[in-house]
């Protein structure tokens, strides 16, 4: 399930949300005020440097869902370029032939586990988005029940 935002400054709003981040501070280091991104002011364009900023300082966010709305909100992290490979993951080099193929397994195993724990990241981010839909839809409701009841307090003589 897809969530639409309708503007880029949404989708920043939504990145923060996601990862945790506190408003103030996240808009700080970029050098503008959270200010920019209430009310009206929401509806106006962000400039390319602020873009830059973001997409340099946080390179798991996919610039294309950033500016278009389009595609998943994180890059998929590529498995064979992870910092958490080991140096000697050349098997070749063991001699023993049992090592070999618990070494094999092992690295089977791993890159099964990293792609794994990838898609738990990812649902986890899915459901953390169905749950702020579903917040949004619930405030809605009250909304309307508020009105409802008004309505119904309020007769005309």
Not at 116 to 134: A, G, Y
Request: one cysteine or more; aromatic letters at 8%.
């Amino acid at each position: 399930m897809e969530t639409f935002f309708a503007n880029t400054k949404e989708r920043i709003l939504h990145y923060t949300d996601i990862k945790g981040f506190t408003k103030e501070n996240f808009f700080k280091e970029l050098g503008v005020t959270y200010g920019n991104f209430k009310g009206k002011a929401k509806e106006k364009a962000l400039s390319v440097d602020v873009l830059a900023k973001i997409v340099s300082k946080y390179p798991e966010l996919n610039p294309e869902w950033l500016l278009t709305g389009k595609g998943e909100m994180l890059k998929k992290p590529n498995v064979q370029n992870n910092t958490n490979t080991p140096i000697n993951s050349d098997v070749s080099s063991v001699q023993d032939t049992k090592c070999k193929q618990q070494i094999q397994i092992l690295q089977q195993e791993n890159t099964f586990l990293k792609e794994n724990n990838n898609q738990l990241k990812e649902n986890i981010t899915l459901l953390k988005s169905i749950i702020q839909n579903k917040e949004q839809i619930i405030a809605l409701k009250d909304k309307e029940i508020s009105e409802l009841q008004k309505k119904q307090e309020y007769t005309p003589k």
